[in-house]
């Protein structure tokens, strides 16, 4: 099923003196129960495309539609909370709190009492494939893998079934990448999540369901 679909997306950067398209009608179908992966070289659109499908921005021409709704319809800060769920090649994750109190925070903003994100947190912790035992630990305590695991279970916190990764393996050795890629194709094939990993990575590009190649801000 659908999730995620762009209709003729495109993105204009515009300064004083110049302007660059960015991106050029855009056209894509996102299902669930999918792992979907965006590939292309650098300047091919790739950051600038997944900004969009996060809510960080609007298109400046044609539509990023989630469930049905265009993104130009909704209030954006809420879409960020509740809808897309972003996972980043470097993490960002909160140092000055414990691995349960990020995994907490996306929950929290939603309303969620903290001994209930308390009790979910730990549950979604195990979920990624970590020991309870890092639940009180901080971010600079773990190693790159862990704390990419840790950034999976916070994201997992938000009640979505769309999961957007930024290079989720560009900082990690190939046995946490492996960890992790396997992480992402669970939950698309065994959860019905649809993940968009958008990456350098050809390892991801083969094992994907479905492959986006960019090129010059189009689609190959």
Same mark, same amino acid.
């Given at each position: 099923?659908?999730?995620?679909?762009?209709? +003729?997306?495109?993105? !204009?950067?515009?300064?004083?003196?110049?302007?660059? $398209?960015?991106?050029?009608?855009?056209?894509?179908?996102?299902?669930?129960?999918?792992?979907?992966? *965006?590939?292309?070289?650098?300047?091919?659109?790739?950051?600038?495309?997944?900004? @969009?499908?996060?809510?960080?921005?609007?298109?400046?021409?044609?539509? /990023?539609?989630?469930?049905?709704?265009? !993104?130009?319809?909704?209030?954006?800060?809420?879409?960020?909370? $509740?809808?897309?769920?972003? *996972?980043?090649?470097?993490?960002?994750?909160?140092?000055?709190?414990?691995?349960?109190?990020?995994?907490?925070?996306?929950?929290?903003?939603?309303?969620?009492?903290?001994?209930?994100?308390?009790?979910?947190?730990?549950?979604?912790?195990?979920?990624?494939? =970590?020991?309870?035992?890092?639940?009180?630990?901080?971010?600079?305590?773990?190693?790159? +893998?862990?704390?990419?695991?840790?950034?999976? &279970?916070? &994201?997992? +916190?938000?009640?979505?079934? @769309?999961? =957007?990764?930024?290079?989720?393996? +560009?900082? @990690?050795?190939?046995?946490?990448? $492996?960890? /992790? @890629?396997?992480? %992402?194709?669970? %939950?698309?094939? $065994?959860?019905?999540?649809?993940?968009? /990993?958008?990456?350098?990575?050809? &390892? *991801?590009? /083969?094992? &994907?369901?479905?492959?986006?190649?960019?090129?010059?801000?189009?689609?190959?």
């Amino acid at each position: 099923m659908s999730i995620l679909e762009l209709r +003729g997306t495109g993105y !204009t950067y515009r300064t004083q003196y110049q302007q660059v $398209e960015a991106l050029k009608g855009v056209s894509y179908s996102f299902e669930t129960g999918k792992l979907h992966a *965006i590939m292309g070289r650098s300047g091919s659109g790739k950051t600038t495309l997944l900004s @969009l499908m996060a809510g960080l921005d609007l298109p400046t021409a044609g539509q /990023v539609l989630f469930e049905g709704t265009s !993104t130009a319809e909704m209030d954006l800060e809420r879409y960020r909370r $509740e809808k897309a769920a972003v *996972i980043y090649q470097n993490f960002r994750l909160f140092p000055l709190l414990t691995v349960a109190e990020n995994v907490m925070y996306p929950m929290e903003l939603q309303g969620m009492r903290p001994k209930q994100a308390k009790e979910k947190a730990a549950a979604l912790v195990e979920r990624a494939g =970590l020991p309870s035992s890092v639940l009180n630990r901080f971010p600079t305590m773990l190693s790159g +893998g862990e704390q990419q695991r840790v950034a999976i &279970a916070r &994201a997992l +916190g938000m009640e979505t079934r @769309l999961l =957007l990764a930024d290079e989720p393996t +560009g900082n @990690l050795d190939v046995a946490n990448g $492996e960890n /992790v @890629l396997a992480i %992402l194709e669970g %939950l698309a094939h $065994e959860e019905d999540y649809c993940v968009v /990993v958008v990456t350098h990575d050809p &390892a *991801i590009g /083969v094992r &994907a369901d479905a492959l986006m190649e960019l090129r010059d801000g189009a689609v190959v």
